[in-house]
T-cell receptor, first 110, second 114 residues
Framework: AQSVTQPDIHITVSEGASLELRCNYS??????LFWYVQSPGQGLQLLLK??????LVQGIKGFEAEFKRSQSSFNLRKPSVHWSDAAEYFC????????FGTGTSLTVIP | GAVVSQHPSRVICKSGTSVKIECRSL??????MFWYRQFPKKSLMLMAT?????????EQGVEKDKFLINHASLTLSTLTVTSAHPEDSSFYIC??????????FGPGTRLTVT
């Protein structure tokens, strides 16, 4: 069955520190992988996506993610977090239909 | 590019009334749109898949007679919550599919039923 797991419900980091948000997936076919960010009361904004090719993908706002097939993971990283990065982050896998993780809430402390 | 709008952004209605939410793809055509519901501090729950010119496909447990979906054009899908009750209060998000695998999301509609 298709599923996405985001093990960390909530993460707190200091501004300027590095960030890694974890995502593990279960998918029967070649996965198409996405990371979205959601600010309170807003819709979802696409940060980056992986379809094929280079397993390290770059996204907007300085984010990157690495696809590791052997670990069924697609972790999101950022080398230096800004206060404006505080939001909810969702990992999704799928093709015609998406399966979302439960989200990771990021708090950034000054 | 790939902008999706929703209207209204917020709506308050009385119990027993119906409310319509519009989802539009502004700069691309979408034969398929999706409707999600999001509970506080929860992930998105897919309610239905809306296909232009045909009936929507509803996920298990979603009442199709309560959540009416119409996808009359390649840029517009509507969700009508009929005979709304307080338990229908939620954040509703639509998305439009671009190509085979990408979805672009609207800003969401906060529905409050009093």
């Amino acid at each position: 069955a298709q599923s996405v797991t985001q093990p960390d419900i909530h993460i707190t980091v200091s501004e300027g520190a590095s960030l890694e948000l974890r995502c593990n997936y279960s998918y029967g076919a070649t996965p198409y992988l996405f990371w979205y960010v959601q600010s309170p009361g807003q819709g979802l904004q696409l940060l980056l996506k992986y379809f094929s090719g280079d397993t390290l993908v770059q996204g907007i706002k300085g984010f990157e993610a690495e696809f590791k097939r052997s670990q069924s993971s697609f972790n999101l990283r950022k080398p230096s977090v800004h206060w404006s990065d505080a939001a909810e982050y969702f990992c999704a896998v799928g093709g015609p239909q998406f399966y979302f993780g439960t989200g990771t809430s990021l708090t950034v402390i000054p | 590019g790939a902008v999706v709008s929703q209207h209204p952004s917020r709506v308050i209605c009385k119990s027993g009334t119906s409310v319509k939410i519009e989802c539009r793809s502004l700069d691309f055509q979408a034969t398929t749109m999706f409707w999600y519901r999001q509970f506080p501090k929860k992930s998105l729950m897919l309610m239905a898949t809306s296909n232009e010119g045909s009936k929507a496909t509803y996920e298990q447990g979603v009442e199709k007679d309560k959540f009416l979906i119409n996808h009359a054009s390649l840029t517009l899908s509507t969700l009508t919550v009929t005979s709304a009750h307080p338990e229908d209060s939620s954040f509703y998000i639509c998305s439009a599919r671009l190509g085979n695998y990408e979805q672009y999301f609207g800003p969401g509609t906060r529905l409050t039923v009093t």
